[in-house]
């Protein structure tokens, strides 16, 4: 895998500088507060669309980078949902979409059976303990299934989606859980930074994609 350059390193420096921004200003609701949020994954999509249209980016590479931009431009519109609780099922609907893309852009080789497995069940076993609103049992559960589904494809090989496919499904529970459940310590810090990390990680495969897929 190639290492990303000094060039793209320097293209994620608004990434961090936003994720800063929106922890010290905080969130709400509010546009102000959909926009701070938001701002870090569309520093993200753009560097990422900035490599699916570079001169040296194989059809392979444009591809992949392409998918992976569908899905931070879905998550974007998510974020931006969920800012107002009353909107929770459109923002679902928007991460849904997130992963599909997500899961598209990641491939179905190898298959790892294990894995899918252990989503499955670990997706049924969650939805069991965070006990959602009859209105949004099946909502929730199409959405967990689906997400177990994106960290199946994501954690099946090498490179930096693993971790970040894995740190989304644990972002999203803490979020499901403070939605459903209960509270958590500090509970803003844990959801978002697991988030910012995950889809920085996502974001990172498609800038250091090798030339052709590996299977």
Known sequence: MKAIGSDGRARLVPFFKCVCVYFAAGGGASVTGAALKVAPV????????????APTTTKH?????LLISAGLALSAAGDALLVWPHRLEGGMAAFAGAHICYMA??????TAPLSALIMLLGAILYVHIVSPPAHLSIPVTCYALLLGGMA???????????LGSLLFVLSDAMLGYTLFSGTLPHQQ???????YVAQLCISLSALELPREPIH
């Open 42 to 53: 569309l520093c993200l999509l753009l560097c990422v669309l900035l490599r699916a249209f």
């Open 61 to 65: 590479q444009r591809r992949y980078a």
């Open 105 to 110: 852009a990641f491939g179905f080789r190898p």
């Open 152 to 162: 199946w494809r994501g954690s099946a090989k090498a490179g930096p989606q693993r």
């Open 189 to 195: 810090l844990l959801v978002m930074s697991t988030y």
